[in-house]
């Protein structure tokens, strides 16, 4: 994709904080770092739209985008399942994909995720979409892509540490 002096590829569309890959702290990407990170980021985008306002008639109507699939399918019932996914990714990506890591428990780390997104398609398939299951179908993706990072790495870099690699 081409990007203006700008780093702009889409116009209206804006990437603040983590998913910025702004360089700003390095392979170091901790909390409190992407925090700064926002606050400055979100500051220059705000600045940008208050001071060049969108061209109306290039914003797609309302009325063109498709409707949300939803007409055959029938309501989640039962949400502990989610709440028991969105458990086993959270301890997942704690244990196996942390700031220190191993080939290994990236390697474990990658064949519970694929169980948790076929789990999580399995549900979405079958009902209605829910905020819970959305968000949950969103991390898992996520989580998938982190690790799959992580395994491609060839260097230890800032504070992510695979021991593989020392």
């Not at 889409?10 to 990407?29: D, F, K, P, Q, T």
């Not at 008639?57 to 309501?75: G, S």
């Not at 979405?124 to 892509?145: G, I």
């Amino acid at each position: 994709m081409k990007q203006d002096n700008s780093n702009r590829t889409m116009a209206g569309l804006y990437a603040i904080g983590e998913v910025a890959c702004s360089g700003m702290h390095g392979a170091n990407r901790l909390a409190s770092n992407s925090l700064l990170e926002a606050v400055v980021f979100a500051y220059r985008a705000t600045d940008w739209i208050t001071n060049n306002p969108p061209d109306r008639e290039r914003m797609v109507e309302e009325e063109t985008l498709p409707a949300w699939r939803c007409e055959d399918l029938a309501n989640l019932v039962e949400h502990s399942p989610l709440k028991q996914d969105l458990a086993a990714l959270q301890a997942t990506m704690t244990h196996d994909v942390g700031l220190v890591k191993s080939n290994a428990r990236l390697q474990r780390a990658t064949r519970r995720l694929e169980l948790l997104s076929e789990e999580a398609d399995r549900i979405w398939r079958k009902c209605r979409p829910t905020r819970s299951l959305v968000e949950l179908r969103n991390m898992v993706l996520v989580a998938q892509h982190v690790c799959s990072s992580s395994i491609s790495m060839e260097e230890n870099i800032g504070l992510h540490f695979n021991h593989d690699l020392a």
